[in-house]
């Protein structure tokens, strides 16, 4: 079946832009995981969303993060005036549940370049 | 809070030789431990996870890890590398719970010599 989709694969900004990145989880998944990827800092949880609720919102490194999830499925991720430093690559993963020990399905990740 | 700890950002074995990647980790609370792949410009893949039943997990092509808590260890291996076995390898801990929110180590290149 299909897996997590993320659009768009790659994003190249000017600083201080706005930009959003789209997450297409595995159908039926309630629980959906924004992750960062960066050279310096590694993996990072962003935030989590059970259905269009978001519980955890613990990983988000500003107030220029944002992020909203529709009809329990697509996700959106909003970074506001973007900075050099958030350049990175952004993981989206979905789970039957945020319960217990259901793993993660990632996505292929959105490659973002801020300039 | 919790941690994992990946011993060694990069490894070089030569093909059909034992691969051993190490991770230890840190929780207050009996753990749930995953490892993930990555190949490059791809997502995670998940290898095999440690949810408390036995301590010994085998995943998928080949790889196994063993827990041992009383190292707090998590260590993958596997007997005979493969040069597709090149790639970038994860280490994550989480509690589980009503979030199961993964934290990550730092992550082991693997680099698979002919």
């Known amino acids: 079946g299909a897996g997590v989709s993320q659009s768009p694969s790659n994003k190249v900004t000017e600083k201080g832009k706005d930009v959003e990145l789209r997450c297409d989880p595995i159908s039926g998944h309630t629980a959906l995981y924004w992750y960062r990827q960066s050279l310096g800092q590694g993996l990072e949880f962003l935030i989590y969303f059970q259905g269009n609720s978001a519980p955890d919102k613990s990983g988000l490194p500003s107030d220029r993060f944002s992020a909203e999830r529709t009809g329990g499925s697509v996700s959106t991720l909003t970074i506001q005036r973007t900075q050099q430093e958030d350049s990175a690559v952004y993981l989206c993963?979905?789970?039957?549940?945020?319960?217990?020990?259901?793993?993660?399905?990632f996505g292929p990740g959105t490659r973002l370049t801020v300039t | 809070a919790q941690s994992v700890t990946q011993l060694g950002s990069h490894v070089s074995v030569s093909e059909g030789a034992l691969v051993l990647l190490r991770c230890n980790y840190s929780?207050?609370?009996?753990?749930?431990l995953f490892w993930y792949v990555q190949y490059p410009n791809q997502g995670l893949q998940l290898l095999l996870k440690?949810?408390?039943?036995?301590?010994l997990v085998k995943g998928i092509n080949g790889f196994e890890a063993e827990f041992k808590k009383s190292e707090t260890s998590f260590h993958l291996t596997k007997p005979s590398a493969h040069m597709s076995d090149a790639a970038e390898y994860f280490c994550?801990?989480?509690?589980?719970?009503?979030?199961?929110?993964?934290?990550f180590g730092t992550g082991t290149l693997l680099a698979v010599q002919p």
């Open positions: 993963a979905s789970s039957p549940t945020g319960w217990g020990t259901y793993e993660q399905y």
């Open positions: 929780s207050s609370v009996p753990p749930y």
């Open positions: 440690y949810t408390s039943a036995a301590t």
């Open positions: 994550a801990v989480s509690e589980g719970g009503a979030t199961n929110k993964l934290i």
